[in-house]
């Protein structure tokens, strides 16, 4: 399965309010879904607004609005969603786990079964109230292999970088952070030198770059509650196999430090 139809959620959540923001979920899931996506994405921590900024919260205060995934009716009615419309969903929401919290990405299957967890793993500023992830894992799908980061990283090309020679043909980018032009070029720059398709999920853009470099989608309009695209994984694999390839010709033996 090479053609993608993808929907990126492009709306600012209120901070720390769960429960508006998971109806306002809910309700714009319901407009995507007689548009029958195979994937949709959140921006990052929309859950809970993407709180963590704020300097009223400190890192201990951060529990009180992380859910527990084996106990959450907000993860249950995502799932529920994911089932009925045969779709994977990308969910950005704060988790709890143990006494800490993370930023995390919940990847739900089309049968609506939480098929695995990313946490995001580079961690600075305010991020420090998370406790930071411990791998860059890749997902298998019926559209093959993808992989996840969250907003910060992809800033090194290293996460991109290792999501691809996982297999990955697509990232999934949820994030609260920088979306100007200096984003644009990074993540133009990040799919060009790692042969893959990076959707970019933004409250404020939506932006889907390929193989090759090129911007496949760039929506900025404030007046669209969500992106609605179709991406053709087919030139990754032309790309990669092609008499340039970046990842087929790299020289692993010389870069380590």
């Not at 929401?93 to 580079?122: C, M, P, W």
């Not at 109230?129 to 019926?142: I, R, T, Y």
């Not at 559209?143 to 969250?150: A, D, H, L, Q, S």
């Not at 800033?155 to 991109?160: F, N």
Request: with cysteine; net charge negative.
């Amino acid at each position: 399965m090479d053609k993608l139809k993808l929907a990126l959620i492009k709306v600012y959540p209120k901070k720390g309010n769960l429960a508006d923001n998971h109806a306002v979920l809910m309700d714009i899931l319901d407009e995507i879904a007689p548009h029958r996506p195979d994937v949709i994405i959140t921006p990052e921590c929309f859950l809970d607004g993407y709180v963590v900024t704020e300097d009223w919260v400190d890192a201990p205060g951060m529990l009180q609005y992380a859910v527990d995934l084996a106990e959450s009716a907000y993860v249950r009615a995502a799932c529920d969603f994911s089932r009925s419309q045969a779709c994977w969903l990308i969910d950005g929401l704060t988790r709890r786990a143990g006494q800490g919290v993370f930023n995390s990405a919940l990847v739900i299957s089309r049968a609506g079964e939480i098929a695995g967890v990313y946490d995001k793993t580079h961690i600075q500023t305010h991020d420090v109230k998370f406790q930071p992830g411990a791998a860059l894992p890749v997902f298998d799908s019926d559209f093959g292999r993808f992989g996840v980061m969250i907003c910060a990283d992809r800033r090194w090309p290293e996460t991109v970088r290792t999501l691809a020679l996982k297999g990955a043909r697509i990232i999934f980018n949820p994030t609260y952070g920088m979306h100007d032009l200096r984003n644009q070029h990074m993540m133009q720059t990040r799919s060009y030198e790692s042969e893959v398709v990076i959707a970019f999920c933004h409250p404020g853009r939506s932006l889907v770059t390929g193989p090759r470099g090129e911007i496949l989608v760039n929506n900025h309009n404030p007046a669209d509650h969500f992106t609605l695209c179709e991406v053709d994984l087919g030139p990754v694999d032309e790309v990669r196999s092609g008499p340039s390839a970046h990842l087929r010709d790299r020289r692993d033996d010389l870069y380590l430090v």
